[in-house]
C-alpha cells in the first residue's frame, strides 16, 4: 500500500493554475518534513518546495512568488497551489516525506510515484 501519493496534475496553458496534493499515511507523515520535486525528462530530479511539521518553508529561486506549499496536520495532507505558470514548469512532479527513523536524526524519505504537469505555450 503506497504511503504517499499525488494527485492533480494536468495540462494547462502558460500563465494558468494547478493545484497538486500529497496524501500521506499518518504514521510517516506527523511530526515530518514534506517536499515537492519535479524532474523533466533528461534533467536531473530537483526540490521544488518544502515545509515542516510547523509551517516554515521553503522555495527554489526559479518557484518562488509563483508557487505556494502549505499543510493540512489534521489530514496528513500537504499542497503545492502553482499560479502563473510556465512552459518551462513542465515536469513529473513528485511528493516526498522525511521520515526520521530514530533518536539520532537518521532520515528515510518516502516518495510518492509522481504526477505529470504540462504548460503549454
Known amino acids: 500500500q503506497a504511503q504517499v501519493a499525488e494527485s492533480g496534475g494536468g495540462s494547462v496553458q502558460a500563465g494558468g493554475s494547478l493545484r497538486l496534493s500529497c496524501a500521506a499515511s499518518?504514521?510517516?507523515?506527523?511530526?515530518?518534513?514534506v517536499s515537492w520535486y519535479r524532474q523533466a525528462p533528461g534533467q536531473q530530479r530537483d526540490m521544488v518546495a518544502s515545509i515542516t511539521d510547523g509551517g516554515n518553508t521553503n522555495y527554489a529561486a526559479s518557484v518562488k512568488g509563483r508557487f505556494t506549499i502549505s499543510r493540512d496536520n489534521a489530514i496528513n495532507m500537504v499542497y503545492l497551489l502553482m499560479n502563473s505558470l510556465k512552459p518551462e514548469d513542465t515536469a513529473v512532479y513528485y511528493c516526498a516525506v522525511d521520515y526520521v527513523v530514530n533518536v539520532e536524526g537518521a532520515v528515510r524519505k518516502f516518495w510518492g510515484q509522481g504526477t505529470q504537469v504540462t504548460v503549454s505555450s
Open positions: 499518518g504514521r510517516i507523515f506527523s511530526g515530518s518534513a
